[in-house]
């Protein structure tokens, strides 16, 4: 995919993906964007600061004015492989990704990748290529195919794997992926080696932009009554400090709900583990060609088919009884629609101008 199509369409993914996370719970929301925390630690412990280093190092140089050298044209190509193996960034984004799945927030959220050597011991983490596969997998298990893909191309296996393993020459051409342990040599141009730096580069920034946002909405402090982690729902106090501190504490001496936190639970609960969901009532059909339409935009559509008219009824009285619709807009006609849920709510939908209407509104990315 070409950089700027890229750069679109992360930013129309990102903005569903955190709009809805933050419906489903926010708190949980709040305490994955800063990514890898270990507890109390001192400066210089933060892989996650280092990353950032590292990003901007190579925004440097990948905005030089005049051709690299090949000693900055290597530079470069390790800064890639180090920001596609900054695995303390990319907890973060796993633990938001596994909101939807309603999995508690997690310290280490890719600990199950990680591999135990007996002899001699030795503890592996997983490597970008692991990593990046496993952020895709739950991109699709929570309905976010676009999402996925975008997050499947990011790096480029090929390239970061030559570098890491020293398996590469530098040509006039650009880089000789040279394969040694087998398989076809391969020249990546340097048009291609551009391309995928700006996609790198594109990435990480707007993903630390979303999270940026989303920490200066705690700017002052808010209280929010829900769930972190396994903790039971309780107040919780969230703040981002004039001097950039984030804290998250709560002095609840017991369980706490309120109405928005016991309403949000219900359209959690209906959703599966899914961004979108739709219920079919026995004997009828979704709308022609609304999945399809509704796939364009970037969701696979979780399918509940009820077996009796009473159980899609009772749906419908917790949906009016507890006030479950989706806020937006009223068709004025909802002939021949389906009942579907986002983390926002139910709402009935007839087709995919309707569903696009209900999504979480995408601002224009500048593209340079």
């Known amino acids: 995919m070409e950089a700027q199509?890229?750069?679109?369409?992360?930013?129309?993914?990102?903005?569903?993906?955190?709009?809805?996370?933050?419906?489903?719970?926010e708190i949980d929301t709040a305490a994955g964007l800063f990514g890898e925390f270990r507890g109390m630690q001192d400066a210089g412990w933060s892989t996650v600061a280092?990353?950032?280093?590292?990003?901007?190092?190579?925004?440097?140089?990948?905005?030089?004015?005049?051709?690299?050298?090949?000693?900055?044209?290597?530079?470069?190509?390790?800064?890639?492989?180090?920001?596609?193996?900054?695995?303390?960034?990319?907890?973060?984004?796993?633990?938001?990704?596994?909101?939807?799945?309603?999995?508690?927030?997690?310290?280490?959220?890719?600990?199950?990748?990680v591999r135990v050597r007996p002899e001699p011991r030795a503890i592996i983490g997983p490597?970008?290529?692991?990593?990046?596969?496993?952020?895709?997998?739950?991109?699709?298990?929570?309905?976010?195919?676009?999402?996925?893909?975008?997050?499947?191309?990011?790096?480029?296996?090929?390239i970061r794997n030559a570098i890491a393993h020293a398996d590469y020459?530098?040509?006039?051409?650009?880089?000789?992926?040279r394969r040694r342990?087998?398989?076809?040599?391969?020249?990546?141009?340097?048009?291609?080696?551009?391309?995928?730096?700006?996609?790198?580069?594109?990435?990480f920034e707007m993903l630390h932009s979303f999270q940026q946002e989303i920490a200066e909405s705690f700017r002052p402090a808010r209280t929010i009554v829900g769930r972190f982690s396994e903790n039971p729902p309780m107040a919780w106090?969230?703040?981002?400090?004039d001097d950039g501190r984030f804290s998250l504490s709560s002095d609840a001496p017991g369980p706490q709900y309120d109405a928005g936190y016991e309403r949000q639970k219900r359209i959690n609960d209906r959703l599966g583990g899914r961004m979108v969901a739709a219920y079919i009532e026995p004997g009828?059909?979704?709308p022609p060609g609304l999945i399809a339409e509704i796939s364009t935009m970037g969701f696979e559509v979780l399918i509940v088919e009820f077996e009796s008219d009473q159980q899609f009824a009772d749906l419908v009285a917790e949906v009016e009884k507890h006030q479950?619709?989706?806020?937006?807009?009223?068709?004025?006609?909802?002939?021949?629609?389906?009942?579907?849920?986002?983390p926002f709510g139910f709402q009935k939908i007839s087709n995919g101008k309707q569903f696009k209407a209900s999504l979480p509104v995408v601002e224009k990315v500048l593209v340079a």
């Not at 890229?6 to 933050?22: I, M, S």
């Not at 020459?169 to 992926?177: F, I, Q």
């Not at 106090?237 to 400090?241: A, N």
């Open 5 to 25: 199509a890229y750069l679109r369409e992360l930013n129309t993914q990102l903005t569903y993906l955190f709009a809805y996370v933050r419906k489903i719970n």
């Open 50 to 113: 280092t990353a950032h280093e590292v990003f901007h190092e190579l925004k440097v140089l990948g905005s030089k004015g005049e051709p690299l050298t090949r000693a900055e044209l290597r530079q470069v190509l390790c800064l890639y492989a180090h920001l596609a193996e900054a695995g303390g960034v990319y907890e973060g984004l796993l633990n938001t990704m596994q909101i939807p799945q309603l999995k508690a927030y997690n310290l280490w959220p890719f600990q199950k990748l």
């Open 127 to 158: 490597n970008a290529n692991a990593m990046f596969r496993h952020l895709a997998r739950v991109a699709t298990e929570i309905g976010m195919s676009s999402l996925a893909r975008l997050l499947e191309t990011t790096f480029r296996d090929d």
């Open 169 to 177: 020459t530098l040509v006039p051409e650009g880089l000789r992926v």
């Open 181 to 203: 342990n087998g398989g076809q040599p391969v020249i990546v141009s340097h048009a291609e080696i551009g391309e995928a730096l700006q996609i790198a580069i594109f990435f």
């Open 237 to 241: 106090k969230i703040e981002l400090s």
């Open 284 to 286: 009828a059909d979704l």
């Open 324 to 342: 479950l619709w989706n806020p937006g807009p009223i068709p004025e006609n909802d002939f021949g629609s389906v009942l579907m849920s986002t």
